[in-house]
């Protein structure tokens, strides 16, 4: 299973938004809505923030949301802050039990 | 709060095994299925194994079939990740995280490294 496709960088100024693409096939990113968004600081474990395309767990801020079109998904980050600035990574449901992850991009706040 | 406390990383030879073991608190440990997730140095994460909440069904990435075993003791709380036959290329951080099912990662734990090199 390949990994998904991240631009490897993203950037934007505090308060603007800045969006991460993650292109997989219609084999996982496009045969199911299983598709979610995780954050990684240096350092430190990866966190949740977007499962099942576009739902939000409970305490990640709605300036975080999750599109899909095709076989590709969307992280929209809006009003950036600075403590946004991190690794980020996509991952996709792929069928007959397989998670499959994408390469990660870093997101710069200028 | 959920904890999730990974151990037994090291250094190990290439061919030797070593057992990983993730202490979970915080929450209902037989209610949830289990994944562990590797992050090889300066690498992006990759999924290596998945246990559903009973453990009757268990998944594995395809680079590690046959090499390792994911199980889990409910009475300990804990969650296990067997491996053997250890190659270089299975050097990483390897985090155990609770599922939301297979289909997705949720909370992780910090971490632990293993290094495979003679």
């Known amino acids: 299973q390949s990994a998904l496709t991240q631009p490897p960088s993203a950037s934007g100024s505090p308060g603007q938004s800045v969006t991460i693409s993650c292109t997989g096939t219609s084999s996982d990113v496009g045969g199911y809505n299983y598709v979610s968004w995780y954050q990684q600081h240096p350092g430190k474990a990866p966190k949740l923030m977007i499962y099942?395309?576009?739902k939000r767990p409970s305490g990640v801020p709605d300036r975080f949301s999750g599109s899909k079109s095709g076989n590709t998904a969307s992280l929209t980050v809006s009003g950036l802050q600075a403590e946004d600035e991190a690794d980020y990574y996509c991952?996709?449901?792929?069928?007959?039990?397989?998670?499959?992850f994408g390469t990660g991009t870093k997101v710069t706040v200028l | 709060q959920v904890q999730l406390v990974e151990s037994g990383g090291g250094v190990v030879q290439p061919g030797r095994s070593l057992r990983l073991s993730c202490a979970a608190s915080?929450?209902?440990?037989?209610?949830?299925?289990m994944h562990w997730v590797r992050q090889a140095p300066g690498k992006g994460l990759e999924w290596v194994a998945f246990?559903?909440?009973?453990?009757?069904?268990?998944y594995y990435a395809d680079s590690v079939k046959g090499r390792f075993t994911i199980s889990r003791d409910t009475s300990r709380n804990t969650l296990y990740l067997q491996m053997n036959s250890l190659r270089p290329e299975d050097s990483a951080v390897y985090y155990c995280a609770r599922g939301r099912g297979m289909t997705t990662v949720g909370y992780w734990g910090q971490g632990t490294l293993v290094t495979v090199s003679s």
């Open positions: 991952s996709s449901y792929a069928g007959s039990n397989n998670l499959v």
């Open positions: 915080g929450f209902t440990f037989s209610s949830y299925a």
């Open positions: 099942e395309v576009s």
């Open positions: 246990i559903s909440y009973d453990g009757n069904n268990k």
